[in-house]
């Protein structure tokens, strides 16, 4: 059973940045698909960002392209997300989560989440 461990979060001021960090533990990390979504009370979970199992294809929610980066390390079995000119509306609860193949196909795909992380951007 894989487990997903986030880091990274925090509290920050508008305009600042956060790297969030997501460690997989197993050995299939490299072979699947990795995404990025966020939570606020109230809201259903949204999606970030999603990255291949190379690293060669990601895409991005509207909502944070150009600002937010997915990356990943497959020989540290991490996937991380480079949040740069963060708003208050950023402000959630990050989660991510392991694809079941090894490019992104939606959230029905989706076999192992972590546990959240905090950000919170002040204005």
């Known amino acids: 059973q894989v487990q997903l461990v986030e880091s990274g979060g925090g509290l920050v001021q508008a305009g600042g940045s956060l790297r969030l960090s997501c460690v997989a533990s197993?050995?299939?990390?490299?072979?699947?698909?990795m995404a990025w979504f966020r939570q606020t009370p109230g809201k259903e979970r949204e999606f970030v960002a999603t990255?291949?199992?190379?690293?060669?294809?990601?895409n991005y929610a509207d909502s944070v392209k150009g600002r937010f980066t997915i990356s990943r390390d497959n020989a540290k079995n991490t996937v991380y997300l480079q949040m740069n000119n963060l708003k208050p509306e950023d402000t959630a609860v990050y989660y991510c989560?392991?694809?079941?193949?090894?490019?992104?196909?939606?959230?029905?795909?989706?076999?192992?989440w972590g546990q959240g992380t905090l950000v919170t951007v002040s204005s």
């Open positions: 990255i291949n199992w190379s690293g060669s294809s990601t």
């Open positions: 989560a392991r694809g079941s193949s090894n490019s992104y196909r939606g959230q029905n795909y989706l076999d192992a």
């Open positions: 197993g050995r299939t990390f490299s072979i699947n698909a």
